[in-house]
Antibody, heavy 119, light 108 residues
Framework: QLQLQESGPGLVKPSETLPLTCAVSGGSIRSSPYYWGWIRQPPGKGLEWIAFNDYTGRTFYNPSLKSRVTISADTSKNHFSLNLSSMTAADAAIYYC???????????WGQGMVVSVSS | SIVLTQPPSVSVAPGQTATITCGGGNIENYNVHWYQQRPGQAPVLVVYDDSDRPSGIPERFSGSNSGNTATLTITRVEAGDEADFYCQIWDSSGDVVIFGGGTKLTVL
């Protein structure tokens, strides 16, 4: 059974960069036709996608976040990462990692990582 | 890009049928996916490609998509179905994922 697990700091300071990692077990991130990426959910609000890429580096970004987002995959460790720069209070959210499969459906999700932004 | 509109809330009595809509211009031209998110949990895919169900999802969950409205239908609603539901598409014209705003299903 595929499992995804987010890790990273639960608290970041304004203007700093949020680094998150998603460890994948029970399957390889090199598998096709999968993409791996991030979706977030501000407190009490809906879902917002951030970015997804495959292990070759082909990446799709939410245009509203693209300038601040870096995502990458480490096939040797079977995990992928997100860096979101210039954090503000508006970036406080639960951050989920997820797998994208055919027709851009998200069939596996991590349990979510709560991230707060405060000095 | 297309905007997906969901009713903020739907209420239904146990045993009855819940219908959650997702409106958008010519949404029938897109593959619509639905997620259930129980309180404090990650979303779970319950319907994909308009009307298909992942393994493990009860047959009580079904979907349809026609014209400008996609619909998630839950028959014989149970207390455990209470959750937020989100529709989602991929808009290839802009290479963007679009989520609906979500619908809170309350079981009375």
């Amino acid at each position: 059974q595929l499992q995804l697990q987010e890790s990273g700091p639960g608290l970041v300071k304004p203007s700093e960069t949020l680094p998150l990692t998603c460890a994948v077990s029970g399957g390889s991130i090199r598998s096709s036709p999968y993409y791996w990426g991030w979706i977030r959910q501000p407190p009490g609000k809906g879902l917002e996608w951030i970015a997804f890429n495959d292990y070759t580096g082909r990446t799709f970004y939410n245009p509203s976040l693209k300038s601040r987002v870096t995502i990458s995959a480490d096939t040797s460790k079977n995990h992928f990462s997100l860096n979101l720069s210039s954090m503000t209070a508006a970036d406080a959210a639960i951050y989920y990692c997820a797998r994208r499969t055919i027709n851009w459906r998200f069939d596996y999700w991590g349990q979510g990582m709560v991230v707060s932004v405060s000095s | 890009s297309i905007v997906l509109t969901q009713p903020p809330s739907v209420s239904v009595a146990p045993g009855q049928t819940a219908t959650i809509t997702c409106g958008g211009g010519n949404i029938e031209n897109y593959n619509v996916h639905w997620y259930q998110q129980r309180p404090g949990q990650a979303p779970v895919l319950v319907v994909y490609d308009d009307s298909d169900r992942p393994s493990g999802i009860p047959e009580r969950f079904s979907g349809s998509n026609s014209g400008n409205t996609a619909t998630l239908t839950i028959t014989r609603v149970e207390a455990g179905d209470e959750a937020d539901f989100y529709c989602q598409i991929w808009d290839s014209s802009g290479d963007v994922v679009i989520f609906g705003g979500g619908t809170k299903l309350t079981v009375l």
